[in-house]
């Protein structure tokens, strides 16, 4: 499956383990000097003065769909 950045930063990210919204993707975690990407970083931008951003690992996401992407992410709270 291919995905460009701009589709995927229009979907939701939704924890599946608490079933909360995370936000949307905001930005992509790249290892060098592979080039691979590792990881997105995921938060609500409508947020002007708290920004909760989360760090999710692409071992992390269980299924992209049309919407949404569906994570299991240990959030600590």
């Given at each position: 499956m291919q995905i460009n950045f701009t589709d995927l930063k229009k979907k939701r990210v939704i924890n599946v383990?608490?079933?909360?919204?995370?936000?949307?993707?905001?930005?992509?975690?790249f290892d060098f000097p592979e080039g691979k990407i590792s990881a997105f970083i995921c938060g609500d931008r409508r947020k002007i003065f708290?920004?909760?951003?989360?760090?999710?690992?692409?071992?992390?996401?269980?299924?992209?769909?049309?919407?949404?992407v569906l994570?299991?992410?240990?959030?600590?709270?």
């Open positions: 383990l608490d079933g909360r919204e995370l936000g949307t993707v905001t930005d992509l975690v708290k920004c909760d951003e989360y760090i999710v690992n692409l071992c992390c996401v269980n299924k992209i769909g049309d919407d949404t994570v299991s992410l240990k959030t600590g709270e």
